[in-house]
């Protein structure tokens, strides 16, 4: 298994009955592929589409490849609720929306602490309502609170994101290893197992802890461990070692230029002032006039 990709089964993927979402691995077209960025974005909103939704994201990403109990498998086939979907999609919503919540100072909402746990003074729900998934009782608003030995209700609650992101990282595991060699430095490899699941696990934590240290290179896709140096800025690439090393960000640099000369030539036809388009693009009027002219 190549590290850093999750497996799309590539075999028929279908909804059956009983509300399960059918799939089956066909080596002859299975695919390797790296998680993209988005993919956090779009499965924690699954929980407010439709079962279309559902079957179009487990296509492109792979299946949640659980049981009905919410236990990973280990086969070429399967059959899992949609309503599992629905659930840990919610889940990961909720846990994201408390943490933000509770960065800005704020609780978080009853609705998305109901995903996570019940009331301690409630009767708690089988196992099987929370797919293997702990029940944080919430002890926020009881005296018990100051048993925790966290000064507040806020500290608790961060504690129990904390645990709750544990509980993804412990039933969906990523594992790590680092390597060193002398054309690339340090670098990381990460493992999936070909696991969706497992990448959403590590994106969610990652997401919540503002981790920034663990890059998405532009190139490869591969998570990697950026040197200590100013952040890119939001919507510059960014690459690893091993992308330098094949001088990607040099070919990115020139499919870029390519791209905002053949642009600017396009606005100009249309009629757009020179001044407009070197604003549009970000570069200077004389850049802008000098491609034109090329052009012509």
Known sequence: MPSGVIAIPGGVVSIGAGEMLEWKFDFERVKYKNPSEKMLNHFVLLWQGRPKNVLAFAERWGPLQINREGDPVDSLSGSEPLAAWTFLSRRAYAVWRIAKDLDAGR???????????TP??????????????????????????????????????????????TAWLQ??????????????????????????????????????????????????????????????????????????????????????????????????????PIVDIANKLSRTPSTVRRWIAKGK
Not at 180 to 189: F, G, I, Q, V, Y
């Open 107 to 117: 609780g978080g909402t009853v609705e998305d602490w109901a995903l996570l746990s």
């Open 120 to 165: 301690y003074d409630k009767p708690v729900p089988s196992a099987d309502g929370f797919y293997g998934f702990p029940n944080h009782t919430r002890w926020e608003y009881d005296e018990r609170t100051r048993w925790s030995g966290y000064r507040n209700a806020a500290e608790y609650g961060k504690a129990t994101i904390a645990s709750e992101l």
């Open 171 to 272: 039933r969906y595991p990523v594992r790590f290893s680092v390597k060193w060699d002398p054309r690339l430095s340090w670098h990381l490899e990460i493992n999936y197992r070909g696991r969706m699941l497992s990448a959403i696990a590590l994106q969610l934590v990652l997401s919540v802890a503002n981790i920034e240290d663990l890059s998405i290179c532009s190139g490869c896709g591969k998570p990697y461990i950026r040197a200590r140096q100013r952040k890119p800025n939001a919507g510059q690439s960014n690459f690893c070692p091993a992308c330098v090393q094949e001088r990607k960000p040099q070919r990115d640099a020139e499919r870029r230029y390519r791209g905002n000369r053949i642009e600017a030539r396009r606005l100009a036809v249309e009629g757009l």
